[in-house]
């Protein structure tokens, strides 16, 4: 049972914050660190993994730091983003080789377990480099639990592989989990941490925007305004007759349209049809303008 | 302090390469220069200590150690693949001594073997032949060092390397007496020169000059590659 703790950590880059005054703890299970593309998620792995250091603050593995430690690989298995192995090498060879700089009894057998936990038997011993991107990740993985680590992250590990492959590892990933290993992944993707993990650290912009039961977290997502632009007949009659709605929160009129926000997602889609044909309208334009992650995640921040 | 795990895969990595042809050029190029002279014979004219000393010394010598010297850690370094290598318990210090050993192996094999091959094709030259390829090995060695600490401090190692061969043994050193101290072919010249004494070497340091500064360059090199790959870090995210 191993908890990664956080406490106060920033990570600068000259005078960019990348990662900025967080404070966590990651214990076993699945967590997912969720966030939209450069909002610090690798610099968190990267630091866990020992490969930056804190600017400001401590990052400790029950107590022991990470970083300049290498003998915390005994114990942690880091699946990178970059898609760089040594592609000479078969799939097999790399994780034997792996194996062997673990220093492991048998690595012969070290390495046919962890093939086989990431199905790449089959493909074991053909060259990487004629893998697809898929199998370089999974073969990666394999690489990684090669020594049994009680704490495996991983950067994106999804990137690239077909649906089979991503519900696969998805359940080697849960049974990992409830296996009492602490793995931490991140991802981009909602719906990816939706299924994978219970817990997550959603992060923007350096900051930690939210944590914790992921159910929690995706009800105050849910129950943000969305922002509609809609164009009609007749703008002017169709905001009068959205402000007495209980979802309608403002209606802005504009010279392109009506800008409208509503809390209620689904009650207003399913409703304007029905308030248009009842007010005599023309609906010719309906479109939600926020529901990019980047905006799910600013109201995460702003809130 | 040596792993055979790292060395097999930097041996395969560095091999597999395309710019691996590269290590053969110039080595190829000497032999045939020699054969060349050879057959040719011009008279009076002391050319294998010339050829083999200037030509094997500033040019064969130090590119062929610079490629291999850089691209042993530096091209795992560029291409992100030294992370899987780096997230396992081995000692830095053991990954620092098992790339240079690697270096010093392949630059030997694609430089201080073809000395020594175009100096028994040289006439006359058997003992210097076998003192060139002693100095060929001293500067194998501390070139090998200085470059695999280049390609962990920066990522423009050739380029460093370059101007020092060219700028800094090939011009400065044959003008500026001095200059000559902190110059590895001079160090590999001064050991040959020691074994075989030949003036048109024009060996500018003596034995144990050049012995003393190659350790402590050696050894300097060693330690700073070592420290530094200690605080290697990935770049985050891109912000």
Redesign the interface.
């Known amino acids: 049972m191993t908890t990664i703790e956080f406490r106060n950590v920033s990570?600068w880059?000259g005078n960019?914050?990348?990662?900025n005054d967080i404070t966590m703890d990651i214990g076993p299970g699945v967590t997912g660190l969720l966030g939209p593309?450069?909002?610090?998620?690798?610099?968190i792995l990267?630091m866990i993994?020992g490969?930056?250091?804190p600017s400001k603050g401590t990052l400790t593995l029950d107590g022991t730091a990470t970083w300049?430690n290498?003998?915390v690989?005994?114990r942690?298995?880091?699946v990178?983003e970059?898609d760089?192995?040594?592609a000479?090498?078969t799939g097999a060879q790399?994780v034997t080789?792996?194996a062997?700089?673990?220093?492991l009894a048998e690595p012969e057998r070290s390495a046919a377990w962890a093939i086989g936990l990431t199905e790449m038997a089959e493909a074991q011993d053909r060259k990487i480099s004629t893998y697809s991107k898929g199998m370089r990740q999974r073969i990666?993985v394999a690489?990684?639990l090669v020594h049994d680590p009680e704490i495996l992250l991983l950067d994106e590990p999804f990137n690239g592989m077909d649906p089979r492959q991503r519900l696969h590892m998805m359940d080697l990933l849960s049974r990992l989990g409830d296996e009492g290993r602490t793995i931490l992944f991140s991802s981009h993707i909602l719906e990816e941490v939706e299924r994978l993990s219970g817990t997550i650290q959603v992060m923007v912009a350096?900051r930690l925007a939210a944590s914790g039961d992921f159910r929690a977290i995706r009800r105050l997502m849910t129950s943000r305004p969305h922002v509609f632009h809609v164009r009609t007949s007749d703008d002017r009659r169709l905001a009068a007759a959205l402000v007495g709605r209980d979802y309608t929160h403002a209606v802005e009129l504009t010279s392109k349209g009506l800008q409208v926000r509503t809390s209620d997602y689904g009650a207003f889609c399913e409703q304007i049809a029905a308030i248009t044909r009842d007010e005599n309208i023309r609906l010719t334009e309906l479109l939600p303008t926020d529901e990019s992650l980047e905006s799910v995640f600013g109201y995460l921040i702003a809130n | 302090m040596f792993?055979p795990?790292?060395a097999?895969?930097t041996v395969?990595?560095t091999l597999?390469r395309r710019r691996a042809l590269l290590f053969a050029v110039p080595a190829v190029v000497l032999i045939a220069l020699t054969l060349v002279l050879r057959a040719a014979n011009p008279v009076g004219v002391q050319w294998p200590a010339n050829v083999l000393g200037t030509f094997g010394f500033s040019v064969l010598l130090p590119l062929t150690a610079l490629i291999i010297g850089t691209g042993v850690l530096g091209a795992e370094i560029d291409?992100?693949?030294v992370?899987?290598?780096?997230?396992?318990?081995?000692?830095?210090l053991d990954v620092i001594i098992t790339k240079f050993a690697v270096a010093v192996g392949l630059t030997a094999l694609f430089a201080a073997v073809p000395e020594l091959i175009a100096g028994l094709l040289a006439p006359n030259s058997g003992k210097l032949a076998w003192a060139l390829f002693a100095g060929a090995l001293v500067g194998s060695v501390v070139y090998s060092a200085v470059f695999v600490l280049a390609s962990v401090v920066t990522t423009r190692a050739i380029a460093f390397g370059l101007l020092y061969v060219a700028i800094w043994e090939g011009a400065l050193s044959n003008v500026v007496g001095g200059v000559r101290i902190l110059s590895i072919a001079h160090y590999g010249l001064g050991v040959a020169n020691a074994i075989d004494p030949e003036k048109n070497l024009q060996a500018g340091l003596g034995l144990s000059t050049s012995l003393i500064l190659g350790t402590v360059i050696t050894v300097g090199g060693l330690y700073l590659a070592t420290r530094r790959l200690?605080?290697?870090?990935?770049a985050?995210?891109?912000?």
């Open positions: 990570r880059y960019v914050v990348a990662v593309n450069g909002a610090g998620k690798s610099t990267h993994a490969f930056l250091a300049k290498p003998e690989y005994r942690l298995g880091l990178p970059r760089s192995v040594y000479f090498l790399f080789a792996t062997k700089l673990h220093k990666k690489a990684a350096g | 792993n795990v790292v097999g895969i395969r990595a597999g291409d992100g693949s992370v899987h290598l780096l997230a396992t318990p081995v000692r830095r200690q605080t290697f870090s990935i985050g995210d891109p912000v």
